[in-house]
C-alpha cells in the first residue's frame, strides 16, 4: 500500500539556523498537503501542494512538490522557538479520498 | 465561528469494552473524517464519511465503525478495545469531500484502555 516517509525524525536548530524537512511517497501524489502540530495539540493545516514543480511561501516557510509529484519538502528560514513542533505532510493518490500521513519530523530550536 | 469540537476530551475504558466519540463540523462543512494518531506517529486515517455516506476506510477492524447524521455530526464507535486501541482520535471536517478541500482538525479524544 501507499507509504509517505520523511526525513528526518527529529531535527534540533539552534534559533536562527535554517531547517528542512523532506517527505517521500511510494507513490505519484494528486496533491500534498502540510500540517504543524505543537506538543499536547492537534494538527494544524499550513498549505497544499497540487502541480508538479510547485513552490509556494509563507513569510519564512517554503514549500516545494517535486516533479515527479512523489517527493516535496518544506524550508523554514532562520527558525524562531515558535516554529516548535511536528511537521506532518499527507498526501493523497490519485482516485482515493484518504490521506496517508508522513511519519512527522519533530522541530527543537534552542535560544 | 467555532471550529471543529470533539467529546469528551479524555475517556478511560478497559479491555473489551465499548466506546463513541463524537464530532461536530465547523457549521457549513458536510464532509468528516477521522484518524487516529498513536503516541509519536503520524494521524492514520480511519474514515471519510460525505453527506451522510461512507466515502473512504482505512485499514481498520470491524470493530471500528461510524456514522454521520443529518446535521453533518459524527460518532466513531469501537467494540471490543484492546490496548492497542488507546491514541488521540482526531476528526477533521472539510466543506465538500473534494480531496484538494483544507481539512480543519478538531482538538481530539485521547482514549485510553486499560
Known amino acids: 500500500g501507499q507509504q509517505v516517509m520523511q526525513i528526518p525524525q527529529y531535527q534540533h536548530v539552534q534559533e536562527g539556523e535554517d531547517f528542512t524537512t523532506y517527505c517521500n511517497s511510494s507513490?505519484?501524489?494528486?496533491?500534498i498537503q502540510w500540517y504543524k502540530q505543537r506538543p499536547g495539540g492537534h494538527p494544524v493545516f499550513l498549505i497544499q501542494l497540487v502541480k508538479s514543480g510547485e513552490v509556494k511561501k509563507q513569510k519564512r516557510l517554503t514549500f516545494q512538490f517535486g516533479e515527479a509529484k512523489k517527493n516535496s519538502s518544506l524550508h523554514i528560514t532562520a527558525t524562531q522557538t515558535t516554529d516548535v513542533g511536528t511537521y506532518f505532510c499527507?498526501?493523497?493518490?490519485?482516485?482515493?479520498?484518504?490521506?496517508?500521513f508522513g511519519t512527522g519530523t519533530r522541530l527543537k530550536v534552542l535560544a | 465561528d467555532a471550529g471543529v469540537t470533539q467529546s469528551p476530551t479524555h475517556l478511560i475504558k478497559t479491555r473489551g469494552q465499548h466506546v463513541t466519540l463524537r464530532c461536530s463540523p465547523i457549521s457549513g462543512h458536510k464532509s468528516v473524517s477521522w484518524y487516529q494518531q498513536v503516541l509519536g506517529q503520524g494521524p492514520q486515517f480511519i474514515f471519510q464519511y460525505y453527506e451522510k455516506e461512507e466515502r473512504g476506510r482505512g485499514n481498520f477492524p470491524d470493530r471500528f465503525s461510524a456514522r454521520q447524521f443529518p446535521n453533518y455530526s459524527s460518532e466513531l464507535n469501537v467494540n471490543a478495545l484492546l490496548l492497542g486501541d488507546s491514541a488521540l482520535y482526531l476528526c477533521a471536517s472539510s466543506f465538500r469531500q473534494d480531496s484538494t478541500d483544507t481539512q480543519y482538525f478538531g482538538p481530539g479524544t485521547r482514549l485510553t484502555v486499560l
Open positions: 507513490t505519484t501524489l494528486s496533491n
Open positions: 499527507a498526501g493523497r493518490a490519485s482516485g482515493t479520498y484518504k490521506y496517508i
